[in-house]
């Protein structure tokens, strides 16, 4: 198929899905209002990156993690484990620990010291404070490397964090998926999680500051049909 037709291709199915209720991507949503439309949470589905303060009322966090749980796995393994975390203490425990390992790149690799130091280490809480931590709650995806097919965990997992990041959109709350910002050994060591876990992503749950506004590629670049 030459480009021409993939693009005709492409036209024709956004077409298609125009006849579907919810589709209009430029349509606002309230914000921090549920979805029901299917369409309309895939379409408004954002990685967020502040949130506010108000607490996610516990049969909320339970829907998300039920739509997770019902993810597709490998034999039905199932593989996966959803720790919720909520205490600040334990939030601000990570801050730390990621802005030591900051500091120790500042100083090692980027040879900085001084005032300059500390006005990067400074920067970084802030970020840290008003961005991701900022949320009331961090959801840490994991697998379990003793499951039937641990090989296929790395499949697994990260289906079961769409799942998660979708139902949370459809409920009216902003997720991002996060992995290297917070390293796994560091996750590991602040929430004291076994050995036996592989983490898949780290990702704060909140209703959003504000919904980003990111644009997507056209669905004609990632058709092929039949044979490229």
């Not at 949503?29 to 949130?51: K, T, Y």
């Not at 919720?84 to 601000?92: A, G, S, V």
């Not at 090692?108 to 809480?125: A, F, I, V, W, Y």
Request: hydrophobic content about 40%.
């Amino acid at each position: 198929m030459d480009r021409r037709n993939s693009l005709k291709l492409g036209a024709s199915i956004v077409a298609g899905m125009a006849i579907v209720p919810g589709l209009n991507a430029s349509e606002k949503m309230p914000e921090g209002q549920p979805m029901e439309s299917f369409w309309d949470v895939v379409l408004n589905r954002r990685s967020v990156r502040a949130f506010k303060p108000d607490p996610i009322p516990e049969e909320d966090l339970i829907k998300i993690i039920n739509a997770a749980r019902l993810a597709p796995t490998s034999g039905n393994q199932q593989p996966w484990k959803f720790l919720i975390i909520r205490d600040r203490k334990k939030i601000d425990a990570l801050k730390t620990e990621a802005l030591k390992g900051t500091e120790a790149y500042l100083r090692d690799t980027r040879n900085l010291s001084g005032d300059e130091l500390k006005k990067q280490l400074e920067k970084s809480e802030a970020s840290l404070a008003n961005g991701y931590l900022s949320a009331p709650a961090i959801i840490v995806v994991l697998t379990d490397n003793n499951s039937r097919y641990p090989t296929y965990n790395h499949w697994d997992g990260p289906l079961a964090a769409g799942y998660m990041m979708l139902a949370a959109r459809a409920m009216g709350y902003g997720t991002v998926f996060i992995t290297d910002s917070f390293p796994e050994e560091l996750t590991k060591k602040v929430f004291n999680i076994p050995d036996q876990y592989t983490r898949v992503c780290i990702s704060p749950i909140g209703i959003p500051v504000e919904w980003p506004k990111k644009e997507k590629k056209d669905l004609a670049e990632f058709i092929v049909n039949e044979s490229f």
